[in-house]
């Protein structure tokens, strides 16, 4: 029962640091636009097309850079996520270290 409690413990710990950076990175995607949307208005837009693109392509190239533009937030998270579980990594083998060489 042990063993049991203490896996469910660690993968409860994955899933609640993976939800966490995708809300802060949700949080940090949805904010950033509605401050470009508020500052630039209809030109912030124009992220979307760059200029001297030939017309037939513009649906497609709209199309591309909303799609890479959306990945952004999946990005972020799993950046944020990889940190955070070495920063975790990293205190666990440390402090095993610790308990090794002091035994305590």
Known sequence: MKIFCGAFLKIYLF????????????AFFIGNNLIGVCFHRENYFVLFLPEGVPVFIIPFLILIEYVSYI????????????????????????????RKYFCF
């Open 15 to 26: 899933i609640l640091y993976l939800i966490f950076t995708l809300y802060f990175s949700l």
């Open 71 to 98: 990945s952004r937030i999946f990005s972020l998270a799993i950046r944020l996520f990889a940190n955070m579980m070495s920063g975790v990594f990293l205190i666990r083998l440390f402090l095993s270290s610790l």
